[in-house]
């Protein structure tokens, strides 16, 4: 009566998920403060007040027709060109209005990019740790999901990997820095190979192989490291962007999807963009927080509450003994598990009130990730319950 396929995705619960609703289950019973929920991506920074401030006054002072009615499908012209102008100054890109169209945040980004670039049979790669989604997004454009094995000593890529899982069928590789989970940046050297591998494979199988760059935390980096540009890298890149972080609005769904000049075939690759937006009944993205990002392009929030949690649970734990790689970007901490199985080691830290989540949902075994986009107090109250977590495996 229904499609098995929708009713499984609607129904069967993540693992995150799961995670949450024991964790509220379990607040109830010994205290909110008494349980340490490190599941979530969700940010706990506010937006930035000159968001808040731009949007009262668009709301109070435009006229309602212009910000509540339908816009063109790829968004406000001026709203483009105002973004275009940003990126082009910040990151050296050459880029205009017709090379953005606007989205409802990096889900719709992703999927709409894959809609347009899917035919029949072909495969998606992702290179591990990875956003669990990309699967379910991937699958529902009729594309197969195939994933690298993960570099786990300092999560750049493996590329003997890589190369192993692009086929002849492969249309894109997602690629995801700063990366949620692991917290790494991939370096320029990193990308320049990656390039390289993409070309070889693509002159060898006859069709360009397009890199997906998801970049929901681009602005989200430590050690004043900067996150390389990719289309500066590499020709075919389509770039997936949302506001969910470094603005903290997850909930108001507002982002971009760019398409450089580079990009072969651009404008049948724009048109199929439009298209598959359409069909996924995207009509536009929201009008009112177009019209507040344009006129806070360039303005940064201060996300310094990230980097104090990135070093006070990265020094927490390692002094625990786990062993993690320093994190560079996003907000999350992607560490070893300390014993091989990852759900057995989550559901010992559970025992703990700690919440944490399984390498495996992101294809990495054997590890887990806590994200720390929490308040930092309950990173100090956590780190004597990691350390005695730690202890129970010395026993
Ligand atoms: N991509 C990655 C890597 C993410 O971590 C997330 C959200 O956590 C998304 C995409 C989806 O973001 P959005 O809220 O913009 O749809």
Not at 64 to 82: D, L
Not at 203 to 227: K, M, N, Q, S
Not at 320 to 344: V, W
Request: glycine share 6%; with cysteine.
């Amino acid at each position: 009566m229904v499609s098995e396929q929708m009713y499984k995705l609607g129904t069967k619960k993540s693992t995150i998920r799961t995670i949450f609703e024991y964790g509220q289950k379990r607040a109830a019973e010994v205290g909110a403060e008494n349980v340490f929920d490190f599941s979530l991506g969700n940010p706990n920074v506010p937006a930035p007040d000159f968001i808040q401030a731009a949007a009262v006054d668009i709301l109070l002072h435009s006229d309602p027709t212009e910000v509540h009615g339908y816009t063109i499908a790829p968004g406000k012209p001026q709203v483009r060109s105002a973004l275009a102008a940003d990126l082009n100054r910040r990151f050296g890109m050459n880029i205009t209005e017709k090379n953005l169209f606007l989205t409802a945040g990096a889900a719709a980004s992703v999927t709409i990019t894959m809609k347009a670039l899917a035919e029949e049979g072909d495969e998606f790669a992702a290179i591990a740790p990875f956003f669990p989604e990309y699967r379910v997004f991937a699958e529902a454009c009729g594309g197969k999901f195939v994933a690298a094995a993960a570099k786990t000593d300092d999560f750049q890529i493996d590329f003997a990997a890589l190369a192993a899982v692009i086929t002849s069928r492969t249309k894109a590789v997602i690629v995801n820095s700063p990366n949620n989970p692991s917290g790494a940046v991939y370096s320029e050297e990193t990308l320049r190979h990656l390039a390289g591998l993409l070309r070889a494979k693509a002159e060898e199988f006859g069709h360009p192989i397009f890199i997906i760059a998801d970049e929901p935390y681009r602005e989200i980096v430590y050690d004043g490291l900067t996150v390389p540009c990719i289309p500066l890298f590499y020709e075919n890149t389509i770039v997936c962007y949302s506001y969910s972080k470094s603005f903290s609005l997850p909930g108001e769904r507002i982002g971009y999807i760019i398409v450089p000049d580079s990009v072969a075939d651009f404008s049948r690759v724009y048109g199929a963009i439009a298209g598959a937006a359409r069909v996924l009944t995207h009509v536009n993205a929201p009008s009112l927080w177009q019209l507040v990002i344009a006129r806070c392009a360039g303005q940064t929030a201060d996300l310094g509450i990230y980097a104090r949690n990135a070093a006070l649970l990265y020094e927490g734990l390692t002094a625990a003994g786990f062993d993690c790689i320093r994190p560079q970007g996003a907000f999350y901490l992607f560490p070893k598990a300390l014993e091989a199985d990852d759900y057995a080691f989550c559901a010992r830290a559970r025992e703990h009130d700690l919440l944490l989540v399984p390498g495996a949902d992101f294809g990495c075994p054997g590890y887990f990730r806590a994200a720390y986009c929490v308040c930092t107090e309950m990173i100090e109250r956590a780190l004597p319950r990691f350390q005695k977590l730690a202890e129970t495996y010395h026993e």
